[in-house]
């Protein structure tokens, strides 16, 4: 099990920047991925990002792609979403989760994804 907590939502105009971050933990040392998703309202929880653990390969949706960027230290146990340009369309719950199964693999698969943080709020106004 992984414990995640995230941080950094709040509310900005469009066009802004927000940079959220996902403190990971775990009792004993295994390697995992994160992956970050968002929920609007009335809407399923979907794929935002994600990067593996060995060579840190990367996944972005199609929506977000050139908006937002992660990252992850290892070294500090920490994954960040940096996004910018953002659009109303944006707003949502984000939430970070961990894989201990789709270890270097970046799956955009909800299921795959074991640990789940409880989400932080990002709301764009136009």
């Known amino acids: 099990q992984v414990q995640l907590v995230e941080s950094g939502g709040g509310l900005v105009q469009a066009g802004d920047s927000l940079r959220l971050s996902c403190a990971t933990r775990?009792?004993?040392?295994?390697?995992?991925?994160v992956g970050w998703f968002r929920q609007a309202p009335g809407k399923e929880r979907e794929f935002v990002a994600a990067?593996?653990?060995?060579?840190?390969?990367?996944n972005y949706a199609d929506s977000v792609k050139g908006r937002f960027t992660i990252s992850r230290d290892n070294t500090l146990n920490t994954v960040s979403l940096q996004m910018n340009s953002l659009k109303p369309e944006d707003t949502a719950v984000y939430y970070c989760?961990?894989?201990?199964?789709?270890?270097?693999?970046?799956?955009?698969?909800?299921?795959?994804?074991?640990?789940w943080g409880q989400g932080t709020q990002v709301t764009v106004s136009s």
């Open positions: 989760a961990a894989s201990i199964t789709a270890v270097d693999v970046p799956t955009p698969t909800l299921h795959d994804y074991q640990s």
């Open positions: 990067v593996g653990w060995g060579d840190g390969k990367i």
């Open positions: 775990r009792r004993t040392f295994s390697p995992y991925s």
